[in-house]
């Protein structure tokens, strides 16, 4: 009963890592298929950034001083998300060996690391907000925010989407 109340609680959570976890077989899973996931994430991580890069070049209005500050910045912030990112990956493998045999333990674990990468990338955001307010400006900043948050998000939905609920 305490188990099937836990991994209920953590369903939301673990939904993400579930609509990863079923987009390629996971038993017999071999090298290959591995391999093909994780182009597949380098792919859509790759297409997400040059869309917002587009999105960001045509709506920020940055000067000569504002563009120098503002782009090293922006990499320096996909690097850090890049190695979020590839973290997530790697704890979506791990659940991937696990799903079919998911314990109360382990899906607490699972759950606790994968709301930590959460904390983490909203610590980046932070980080970056402020950098950006520092350094270029407050309203430049918030405009990289939000279409940060918008790429983020519609990402985020479309894994959960998929993903289906966790049954008793």
Not at 76 to 93: F, N, W
């Given at each position: ?28 899973q071999t090298d290959a298929d591995a391999k093909a996931l994780e182009e597949y994430f380098k792919a859509v991580r790759g297409d997400m950034v040059k869309r917002r890069d587009s ?114």
């Amino acid at each position: 009963m305490r188990k099937d109340r836990l991994l209920r609680s953590i369903a939301p959570f673990l939904g993400v890592l579930i609509a990863i976890a079923l987009a390629v077989p996971v038993q017999g899973q071999t090298d290959a298929d591995a391999k093909a996931l994780e182009e597949y994430f380098k792919a859509v991580r790759g297409d997400m950034v040059k869309r917002r890069d587009s999105a960001l070049r045509g709506i920020l209005q940055l000067d000569e001083a504002e563009a120098k500050a503002f782009w090293p910045l922006k990499e320096q912030y996909d690097a850090e998300l890049k190695k979020m990112s590839d973290a997530r990956l790697s704890l979506v493998r791990e659940y991937a060996t696990v799903y079919d045999k998911l314990t109360a333990e382990t899906a607490n674990d699972l759950a606790t690391r994968f709301l930590d990468l959460d904390e983490q990338r909203l610590g980046l955001h932070r980080k970056y907000f402020k950098l950006m307010t520092e350094q270029v400006s407050p309203v430049i900043a918030v405009q990289f925010l939000q279409l940060q948050r918008q790429f983020e998000t519609m990402a985020d939905m479309k894994l959960a989407t998929n993903a289906p609920l966790a049954v008793k």
